[in-house]
């Protein structure tokens, strides 16, 4: 069974801090991942999917890098925002669905 | 991009009542689509899955009779909650897929519905 966890569960920077989220998973046999953008009260948003046969994916101030091998992904924002702040969920396939973590809740202070 | 339409997004419910949340997919033809649950600081839990034109296959410990899901059209999907209870307040999230598979392919999400039931 495919589990998927993110640490820290919380992280509150201030503006200008690069953000770094976590996530790993325990069955390191993916097709992909993908990392979703939720704010409060509201649906995901989809921010970036790295394929199995890549080791990042970037979107302008956000990149994301995959280790297969070690079951980890990595979620860099850059020059964060308070925009930016959002809880951040990382979620596999899982069989014919997808796994989820419960998310890191980013504050950026202004 | 495309955009999953969810309605409503907020509902009030007395307890013994029905409610129904729909799910669109605006600009694409989805043959799947998702349903979730989450509860506050947690993560999504699927629920059923709904492909087209059949019968919603249900995750271990979700009740069919309870949480009826119908998927009649490409661009809709509904999930009622039936005889609502306090306890079924939660947030509801639908996401649709233009595959049968969610291999290499974006799910996309609706805004979900914030259900309390009194």
């Known amino acids: 069974k495919q589990e998927v966890t993110q640490i820290p569960a919380a992280l509150s920077v201030p503006e200008g801090e690069n953000l770094v989220l976590n996530c790993s998973f325990t069955?390191?046999?993916?097709?992909?991942l993908q990392w979703f953008r939720q704010d409060p009260g509201k649906g995901l948003t989809s921010l970036l999917l790295i394929q199995s046969s890549q080791r990042e994916q970037t979107s302008g101030r956000l990149n994301a890098s995959l280790d297969k091998s070690s079951g980890r992904s990595t979620l860099y924002i850059a020059a964060s925002q308070p925009g930016d702040s959002a809880t951040y969920l990382c979620a596999v396939p899982n069989d014919y669905k997808l796994s989820f973590g419960a998310g890191t809740t980013v504050t950026v202070r202004a | 991009g495309a955009v999953v339409s969810q309605h409503p997004s907020r509902v009030i419910c007395k307890s013994g009542t029905s409610v129904k949340i729909e799910c669109r997919s605006l600009?694409?033809?989805?043959?799947?689509m998702f349903w979730y649950r989450q509860f506050p600081k947690q993560s999504l839990m699927l629920m059923a899955t709904s492909n087209e034109g059949s019968k919603a296959t249900y995750e271990q410990g979700v009740e069919k009779d309870k949480f009826l899901i119908n998927h009649a059209s490409l661009t809709l999907s509904t999930l009622t909650v039936t005889s609502a209870h306090p306890e079924d307040s939660s947030f509801y999230i639908c996401s649709a897929s233009g595959r049968t598979s969610s291999y290499n392919s974006p799910l996309h999400f609706g805004n979900g519905t914030r259900l309390t039931v009194t």
């Open positions: 600009d694409f033809q989805a043959t799947t």
């Open positions: 069955d390191s046999a993916i097709y992909n």
